[in-house]
């Protein structure tokens, strides 16, 4: 006689057997993570890298079953950029976003990314470092003890404020007290334009502005939105003088500490939220003009050809050249065509 098992047997046992690996999960729920790790920004909550970035690290946690949990700190909750950067270092922070203009000062190729006038738009300047000069940049990186993920989140062109007048042109530039983050390229960008710039980590750029520290800085629409910067500033002129994105940045110990399992589920995720990322921050950066005039401020064009003269007769590009070096520069100018 053949042995015969009956539907309600099996589903019984099935049932048993479900249970008993949803109570193993649990038990291993309740014992908590087994890494416990923390990211941080200099960007508020409500910034489309905080909210993609708040979700990536959700589906991390679901995704490895609780085993990493990253906990989320924006907005300088841990201090400005150069104080997360030295943290990120150390290992008291494991995962950081950041600018390569800031990432300069450990990386000198990496500010490569936001050379004056070097891309027209967002879309051009990703070709660009999601190709051979990303590449390129990211072993630099990794060269000085840091993991670079592969995709940047997007900042967006970068546009000048200020409290007293527009900058139409090179001319309206000349002595003008702008806030700069604190990367090299950015103070010899603007001095090369004859302004007078200033370094401000952003933790403190609007109370820098609120008391006249400094009259503008430059950023794109949506941090001058996020970051109530209209509340202080006046006028706002469409310069797209300079690219932004965000290198999402690890601990090397941190990174190399995580099994390979837990290592394919956060870079699948990182990849996945970074273009979505991407696409946020383009639409809303598309749809701030208006609404930063709404909100009162003065927006013009700028005349940007006299903005590139200034640069080309005071050797900006000449000098940056020589400082990243020919191997990366001719990445960058493939992409772009010739700037020095």
């Known amino acids: ?12 046992g099935a049932a048993a057997a479900f249970a008993g ?55 300088n909750q841990l201090g400005g950029d150069p104080a997360m950067l030295t943290q990120l270092r150390s290992g ?18 990496a500010a490569i990314q936001g050379v004056g006038f070097a891309f027209k738009n967002s879309a051009e300047a990703f070709a660009t470092m999601d190709g051979p000069l990303g590449t390129y940049v990211g072993k630099e990186i990794e060269a000085k003890g840091l993991y670079a993920f592969e995709k940047m989140w997007e900042n967006g062109m970068r546009q000048i404020t200020s409290s007293n007048h527009a900058m139409k042109n090179a001319d309206d530039l000349r002595s003008f007290k702008v806030r700069t983050p604190p990367g090299r390229l950015w103070v010899d960008l603007f001095k090369s ?13 609007y109370l820098a502005l609120q008391n006249h520290t400094v009259d503008g800085q430059e950023n794109p629409f949506a941090i001058i939105d996020t970051a109530r910067l ?18 999402l940045l690890g601990n090397g110990d941190a990174w190399k500490g995580l099994p390979p399992d837990i290592q394919s589920v956060v870079s699948k995720n990182a990849a996945k ?8 921050t383009a639409l809303l950066n598309a749809s701030l003009e208006d609404k930063l005039k709404r909100r009162g401020m003065l927006v013009a064009n ?14 900006f590009y000449e000098r940056w050249k020589a400082e990243f070096g020919t191997a990366a520069w001719d990445l960058l100018e493939a992409r772009t065509g010739k700037l020095a």
Do not use: C
Request: proline share 4%.
């Open 1 to 12: 006689m053949k042995n015969s098992i009956s539907r309600s047997r099996f589903s019984a």
């Open 21 to 75: 690996i949803a109570a193993v999960k649990s038990r291993a729920l309740a014992v908590g993570p087994q890494f416990t790790y923390k990211y941080a920004s200099n960007i508020s909550v409500d910034h489309p890298l905080n909210v993609r970035m708040t979700q990536m690290w959700n589906a991390v946690n679901h995704e490895t079953n609780g085993r990493l949990k990253v906990q989320v700190f924006p907005n």
């Open 92 to 109: 008291a922070l494991q995962f950081f976003t950041l600018d390569g203009g800031i990432l300069q000062s450990v990386v000198p190729v």
């Open 193 to 205: 334009l004859g302004a007078a710039p200033t370094p401000i980590a952003f933790n403190e750029v």
């Open 230 to 247: 209209y509340e202080v500033q006046k006028y706002l002129t469409v310069t797209n003088h300079m690219w932004s994105a965000f290198w």
């Open 273 to 280: 939220y970074a273009l979505l990322q991407r696409r946020d």
């Open 302 to 315: 700028a005349e940007t050809a006299s903005f590139r003269a200034k640069l080309r007769e005071s050797k």
